[in-house]
């Protein structure tokens, strides 16, 4: 399985301010994802991010708020921006593996976000 | 509204019992993964099994799969310390996106 890394890996600001997230996948993925997770609650899918595109966004959810980047096939960003204490989550990166019949989804150790 | 709802929402049981975890989905999928998480950190891929198979094992884990029920079980034997964490099902459609949809997942508590 692919091999995730995140940074930071927790950070604690101040509303109004931005965050990015990086995610690094130590080999090329078809499909990287980003995921929020609330205290307490289940895994809800932000984005889907498009190498070379404008990532595809679920309901509720705008670029705005969480632009996304994907330069390549390893490495994307996420970035909440104007940040409220509603926004403190984990945010995990995910993927999916190198070839497009692999449907298994891997994730990476999560960014944990608390907006004071 | 969630695709997977899962029960129970906790369970707590002895350590060295089986340990039973339900999922169920409301639309046809192509596949269906398990995940474990522990205290808040990255989610760990257990296991995938794909709408045409039954069951599958990987060591102490089996995953059963009823697509007429639309429902699937995760059966931890011989449970573990260790074993104590947040359980998720993850439902996956080919048709249309490709996106997982989670459920609400089972708190499990192993007691030494």
């Known amino acids: 399985s692919a091999v995730i890394s995140q940074k930071p890996s927790r950070d604690i600001c101040q509303r109004g301010t931005s965050l990015t997230i990086q995610c690094q996948v130590d080999s090329q993925v078809t499909m990287m994802f980003w995921y929020r997770q609330q205290p307490g609650q289940s895994l809800t899918l932000i984005a889907t991010?498009?190498?070379?595109?404008?990532?595809?966004?679920e309901s509720g959810f705008v670029i705005d708020k969480f632009p996304i980047s994907r330069p390549n096939l390893t490495f994307s960003t996420l970035t909440v921006s104007n940040m409220s204490p509603e926004d403190s989550s984990i945010y995990l990166c995910?993927?999916?593996?190198?070839?497009?019949?692999?449907?298994?989804?891997?994730f990476g150790p999560g960014t944990r976000l608390t907006v004071l | 509204s969630q695709q997977g709802e899962e029960d129970p929402q906790a369970l707590s049981i002895q350590e060295g019992e089986n340990a039973t975890m339900n999922c169920s989905y409301k639309?046809?999928?192509?596949?269906l993964q398990w995940y474990r998480q522990n205290s808040g950190r990255g989610l760990v891929h257990l296991i995938l099994?794909?709408?045409?198979?039954r069951e599958k094992h990987s060591g102490r884990l089996r995953v059963t799969l009823d697509t007429s029920k639309k429902s699937s079980s995760l059966l931890i034997t011989a449970s573990r310390a260790a074993d104590t964490a947040s359980y998720f099902c993850?439902?996956?459609?080919?048709?249309?996106?490709?996106?997982?949809?989670f459920g609400t997942g089972t708190r499990l508590t192993i007691i030494p």
């Open positions: 639309t046809s999928i192509n596949n």
């Open positions: 993850a439902t996956g459609r080919r048709i249309g996106n490709e996106k997982l949809t």
């Open positions: 099994i794909r709408s045409n198979e």
């Open positions: 995910s993927v999916r593996g190198a070839h497009r019949e692999d449907d298994e989804q891997f």
């Open positions: 991010a498009n190498q070379g595109s404008e990532a595809t966004y």
